[in-house]
């Protein structure tokens, strides 16, 4: 499945789902990185956020938005929204009650759009933030947020295998906080934020990957976006830049620090819509 260390591959255009910050705050702790006494400046997070935005428009990807809700703070990371493979959309339904209103509103947004193969989740999952769509396979994180019932759950709903995978350490809570699909069958990930058994798995699958250090993975790099050849990665992750530079990958650092203060980077503020129904 993975291919020897080599230049990266060809861009491939993507299209994803945003919301701006409008909203955004720290005031409420569901994950160690969130502490509801620091102060949140949210002129800068918007700023930051429109970088991003900006940054993927500049890359030649589609950039939708939907419309943030007051009193959901944390709807900005579009990532945990939904999952969406193949057209076809799993909603999430959050572990968290400060969230679980994100699961409808995502999904009404999927239904005004013209997706028509939508589907309300029976187990808890926080879309793209706990799932990674590679070509063959899609990773699922279980552990903090997504229970493993939900993998087997989108097994079925979206027809492609699901590997299940054990995140141990609180600090990566999320799937997407600890690994990253480089291309369609390459991945970046620290090992340190897996059980013993998925870090075997991932060896197994993925000989060649890019193991990052504790370093990367304290300021959020692995929360990155690539698409196969333009990574979007946080910019104090200046070992594992160098390392994708080596690899012939092109690095688009972006400041997202404003929304780290509560655990998100630039993968979790980005929803993959793969093969949108107007596209
Ligand atoms: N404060 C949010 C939470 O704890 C951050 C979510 C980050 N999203 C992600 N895909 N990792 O749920």
């Given at each position: 499945m993975a291919r020897p260390d080599g230049p990266s591959t060809a861009p491939t255009r993507r299209h994803y789902l945003m919301c701006r910050?409008?909203?955004?705050?720290?005031?409420?702790?569901?994950?160690?990185?969130?502490?509801?006494d620091v102060v949140v400046d949210r002129p800068r997070a918007i700023r930051q956020w429109e970088e991003l935005r900006d940054l993927y428009l500049s890359l030649g990807h589609r950039v939708s938005e939907i419309a943030p809700i007051e009193?959901?703070?944390?709807?900005?990371?579009?990532?945990?929204g939904a999952l969406v493979v193949d057209g076809r959309v799993y909603g999430a339904r959050f572990a968290s009650a400060e969230r679980t209103p994100e699961g409808p509103a995502y999904l009404d947004w999927f239904r005004q759009e013209g997706y028509t193969e939508t589907s309300e989740a029976k187990y808890v999952n926080e879309g793209e933030g706990d799932f990674i769509t590679l070509d063959e396979v899609v990773l699922a994180a279980t552990?903090?947020?997504?229970?493993?019932?939900a993998h087997q759950e989108a097994e079925r709903l979206l027809g492609r295998p699901v590997v299940t995978l054990q995140l141990v350490d609180p600090r990566f809570y999320h799937l997407d906080t600890a690994l990253f699909a480089l291309s369609g069958d390459r991945i970046a990930y620290y090992?340190?934020?897996?059980?013993k058994g998925s870090r075997r798995v991932l060896e197994a699958l993925f000989p060649d990957a890019l193991i990052a250090t504790e370093e990367d993975a304290r300021v959020l790099g692995l929360n990155a976006v690539s698409d196969g050849h333009d990574v979007v990665v946080a910019a104090e992750a200046t070992r594992l830049a160098d390392r994708l530079r080596t690899l012939g990958f092109t690095v688009h650092p972006v400041e997202l620090d404003e929304l780290r203060k509560a655990g998100g980077g630039a993968k979790c503020c980005t929803l993959e819509l793969r093969d949108h129904p107007l596209a």
């Open positions: 910050p409008t909203y955004f705050t720290v005031e409420y702790a569901i994950n160690p990185w969130m502490d509801p009193g959901l703070p944390d709807m900005v990371f579009a990532a945990n552990g903090f947020r997504t229970e493993a019932a090992p340190g934020a897996f059980s």
